[in-house]
């Protein structure tokens, strides 16, 4: 069999999205590293903890939103975390939402257009194809 073959322009387009995806997954571990609510470590915390929005017969398809809410007296942060799949900025309607902020790594991070997520005062806004970490404040 022959293998396709990958040069000149190709070769550096795939060059740096790789460099991209690298950073961005560095990203994502440090997050889960800042903040223990990331790494629950017994079925009973994640039970009590976790919650997805977005369910129900209104939900919005490509759009998958979770709160894990911090224990109390620890060292957690309770966030939002949303998975975008659409090719669309998405909102989702969340009492208080502007009780959260867009994470500190998202915010100066590699990619860009996640700046553009905001907690609003009563909803999250979120870009196409984006998985989006917001935190209380």
């Given at each position: 069999?022959?293998?396709?073959?990958?040069?000149?322009?190709?070769?550096?387009?795939?060059?740096?999205?790789?460099?991209?995806?690298?950073?961005?997954?560095?990203?994502?571990?440090?997050?889960?590293?800042?903040?223990?609510?990331?790494?629950?470590?017994?079925?009973?915390?994640?039970?009590?903890?976790?919650?997805?929005?977005?369910?129900?017969?209104?939900?919005?398809?490509?759009?998958?939103?979770?709160?894990?809410?911090?224990?109390?007296?620890?060292?957690?942060?309770?966030?939002v975390v949303f998975?975008?799949?659409?090719?669309?900025?998405?909102?989702?309607?969340?009492?208080?939402?502007?009780?959260?902020?867009?994470?500190?790594?998202?915010?100066?991070?590699?990619?860009?257009?996640?700046?553009?997520?905001?907690?609003?005062?009563?909803?999250?806004?979120?870009?196409?194809?984006?998985?989006?970490?917001?935190?209380?404040?």
């Open positions: 069999r022959s293998r396709p073959r990958v040069g000149g322009r190709q070769l550096q387009v795939w060059i740096r999205d790789s460099a991209y995806s690298a950073d961005v997954f560095k990203e994502f571990v440090n997050i889960r590293m800042t903040n223990p609510v990331f790494r629950l470590s017994s079925q009973a915390e994640i039970i009590k903890q976790v919650h997805f929005l977005n369910t129900g017969i209104n939900q919005k398809d490509g759009l998958i939103a979770m709160q894990i809410d911090a224990a109390p007296d620890t060292s957690q942060q309770s966030v998975f975008n799949a659409n090719e669309s900025e998405q909102s989702l309607s969340f009492n208080h939402a502007n009780s959260y902020k867009l994470h500190p790594v998202q915010q100066t991070g590699v990619d860009k257009k996640l700046q553009q997520a905001k907690a609003e005062s009563n909803r999250f806004v979120i870009p196409a194809l984006s998985t989006v970490v917001f935190v209380k404040k």
